[in-house]
């Protein structure tokens, strides 16, 4: 699933215009330019149903999207960080269907916050959004 997660952003041409493959799973790289895509599986079980497993693979993905504000002016990090998360939001909100080997039976948005971090002299915008994924292999 995580590899086609990552495909299946990268078809959303608003996304990969402002990110371009600047998506990776659980960390930034270091030195990545900006702004940029980390996802994590922060929860999830299998699927199960009353007579046992059902085949999906249920997963909580957190998926942050992050941009660094320019020198002297805090605020405009801002709203790269925002295009970014509405064009991941546009992409998988409600997705269903079958991307590069992967049944994602639905994709749900359940939670969003942002915030800001400053790392060492740097000042990083953060937009992090929760999604329920449900997906197996296609057949």
Known sequence: MEEALVSLLLTE???????GD????????QGIASP?????RIGGAVG???????????????IDVRARAPE???A??????????????ARLAGYRGTHAGIVFQGIFPTAQRVSADKI???LFHLVSLD?????????
């Open 13 to 19: 041409a608003p996304l990969a215009a402002l990110v």
């Open 22 to 29: 600047r998506i990776s799973w659980n960390v930034f790289p």
């Open 36 to 40: 940029a895509v980390r996802l994590a």
């Open 48 to 62: 199960l149903h009353m007579q046992g497993v059902d085949g999906l693979d249920g997963a909580l993905v957190q």
């Open 72 to 74: 002297g002016n805090d």
């Open 76 to 89: 405009a990090g801002m709203a790269p960080a925002m295009a970014a998360a509405r064009a991941v939001t």
């Open 120 to 122: 060492e002299s740097e």
């Open 131 to 139: 999604f329920d994924i449900w997906s197996r292999v296609a057949a």
